[in-house]
C-alpha cells in the first residue's frame, strides 16, 4: 500500500470542505473522500442560503466560530473573487404570549442579547413601531419586540464547498469523489478505510458524514442523533414593489418566535422576482433517514405552509410557491453540536455540527478540525463531547 495520508475526510459537505481546504493550507497530505460530488441536494447544505449570526442565542461558546468563519470567507472571497458572506443585519422577533422556542430556546430574542452583550456585539432592541417603521415585510403584533444588529447576514453555502473544495485541491489534496466509504477501523498505528472502491490508509480520519453519521457509528452512540426532514420554501411576492421591500439592503435576515407550533425564519430575496423568497419553518418529532426520507413536497404540506406561516405575518408575499426543497437536520440533544474523538479509536475525529445551525460556524470548525488532525488544538471542546 502506498504512503498513508496524514488526514482522511470522510464527508466533503459543509464540514469536511472547510476541514479539507484547512489541511492542504497546512501542507498536510489529504484525501476527501464524499459518496457524491458535493456541492449536491442530498444532505444538509443545500438551498442558496444560510442565515449567519454572531450573537447566537444557543450559546456563548459558538460566537468564536462563526467570527473565525467570516474572517476565512472573506479572505477566500478576495482569493478568488466571489461573493460568498453579505452581512446585511438580522432581527430575532419575540413578543407577548406563547412563543414558539427556536433551536429549543424558549426565549431566543433574550438570549441572543445576552451573547451580544458578553461578546460586545453592538445592537439594539426595537419596540413595535421601530419594527414597522424599519422593516414593513413583517406583520408584526402590538408588543413585538426586535434584537437587530448589523454583522449579521447571510451565506451562500453551495459557493462555500466549491471554493473550499477548489483551493484544497489546487493545494494538493487529493479528492475521491462518487466513492463510498463502506468501514473504518484502527489497527497498527493508524486508520485504515474501505470505500466500494479501493482501501487507504491515514494517520488520523475525520468523519464528517452529515445525516450519514448515524450509520457509520456502533448503535450506543448513533442513538444520540436523530436525523429530521426539513423543507424549504421560495414564494414569490405579490408584486415588484413588494418584492423590492425584500432586497438584502432593506429587509434582514430574520428568526421570528411566532406564537404558531414553530419559528419561522428566512431571507431576503436574492434573486430575481421570478426566483420566490425564501422562509422555512422547523420540525423535531419525525425522524427519518436519508435513505427513507421523502424528499419531495407535496401541495398540502406548501398550502399548510402558507396559511400558518406565510399569510399572517408577510402580507408582500402571495401563495405562490416557485419551489421548495427537502433538506436534512442531524440533532444532538439541545441543538447542541458533537466534535470529538471516537471512544473507541483515537485516530478518528467525529464531526456532527448541526442541530440546524451549523453552517455558519463551517469555515471555523474546519480550521478547529485540521488542528485536531495535526495535533496543534489546545481548544477546549468540552461542549461538545460526545457525553455532553
Ligand atoms: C433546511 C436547513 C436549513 C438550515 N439553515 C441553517 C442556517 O440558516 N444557518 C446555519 O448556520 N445552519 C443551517 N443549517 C445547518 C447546516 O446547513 C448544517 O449544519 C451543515 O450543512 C451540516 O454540514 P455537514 O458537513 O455536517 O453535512 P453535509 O454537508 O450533508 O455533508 C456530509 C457529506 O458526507 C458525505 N457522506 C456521508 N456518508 C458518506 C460515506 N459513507 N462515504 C462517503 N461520503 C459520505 C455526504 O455525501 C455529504 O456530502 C440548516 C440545515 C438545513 C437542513
Not at 456541492?39 to 447544505?45: C, D, K, Q, R, W
Not at 476565512?72 to 472571497?77: F, N, P, Q, T
Not at 411566532?258 to 425522524?287: M, S, W
Not at 439541545?334 to 467525529?350: G, L, N, Q, S
Request: charged residues 20%; contains cysteine.
Amino acid at each position: 500500500m502506498a504512503d498513508p495520508y496524514d488526514v482522511i475526510l470522510l464527508g466533503l459537505g459543509a464540514m469536511g470542505s472547510a476541514a479539507t481546504y484547512q489541511l492542504a493550507k497546512r501542507g498536510a497530505k489529504v484525501l476527501g473522500i464524499d459518496q457524491f460530488s458535493p456541492p449536491h441536494e442530498l444532505g444538509s447544505t443545500h438551498g442558496d442560503t444560510r442565515i449567519t449570526r454572531l450573537a447566537c442565542g444557543e450559546g456563548p461558546e459558538y460566537t468564536e466560530f462563526a467570527t473565525r468563519s467570516h474572517e476565512i470567507w472573506r479572505e477566500l472571497e478576495g482569493e478568488l473573487g466571489v461573493r460568498l458572506l453579505t452581512q446585511n443585519g438580522m432581527v430575532v422577533i419575540y413578543g407577548p404570549g406563547k412563543r414558539s422556542p427556536s433551536h429549543g430556546v424558549p426565549e431566543f430574542l433574550a438570549a441572543t442579547v445576552d451573547v451580544a452583550r458578553a461578546n460586545g456585539i453592538d445592537h439594539r432592541v426595537l419596540d413595535t413601531a421601530e419594527i414597522r417603521a424599519r422593516f414593513p415585510v413583517f406583520n408584526v403584533t402590538d408588543g413585538d419586540e426586535a434584537y437587530h444588529d448589523d454583522v449579521s447576514g447571510f451565506v451562500y453555502p453551495e459557493r462555500c464547498i466549491d471554493a473550499q473544495l477548489g483551493q484544497a485541491k489546487a493545494l494538493g489534496a487529493r479528492l475521491a469523489l462518487n466513492e463510498r466509504v463502506t468501514s473504518f477501523e484502527q489497527a497498527d498505528g493508524g486508520v485504515t478505510v474501505t470505500t466500494d472502491k479501493a482501501t487507504y490508509r491515514a494517520r488520523q480520519l475525520i468523519v464528517a458524514a452529515g445525516a450519514w453519521l448515524p450509520g457509520l457509528l456502533p448503535p450506543n452512540l448513533a442513538a444520540g442523533f436523530k436525523v429530521t426532514r426539513q423543507v424549504l420554501y421560495w414564494f414569490q411576492a405579490k408584486d415588484a414593489e413588494a418584492h423590492r421591500q425584500f432586497s438584502p439592503d432593506a429587509c434582514p435576515i430574520y428568526i421570528w418566535q411566532i406564537p404558531a407550533p414553530q419559528v419561522v425564519y428566512g431571507f431576503p430575496a436574492v434573486g430575481a422576482f421570478e426566483d420566490g423568497i425564501k422562509l422555512a419553518t422547523e420540525q423535531t418529532t419525525t425522524t427519518t433517514t436519508p435513505g427513507e426520507v421523502d424528499r419531495s413536497v407535496s401541495a398540502e404540506e406548501t398550502e399548510e405552509m402558507y396559511r400558518t406561516y406565510v399569510a399572517p405575518y408577510f402580507p408582500g408575499l402571495s401563495s405562490k410557491c416557485i419551489k421548495a426543497k427537502v433538506c436534512l437536520y442531524t440533532e444532538v440533544d439541545k441543538a447542541r453540536f458533537v466534535i470529538d474523538r471516537h471512544p473507541h479509536m483515537d485516530r478518528v475525529i467525529v464531526a456532527s455540527p448541526c442541530s440546524g445551525h451549523g453552517f455558519k460556524h463551517s469555515a471555523g470548525i474546519g480550521e478547529l478540525l485540521a488542528q485536531m488532525a495535526l495535533g496543534e488544538s489546545h481548544r477546549d471542546i468540552s461542549k461538545f463531547r460526545f457525553s455532553g
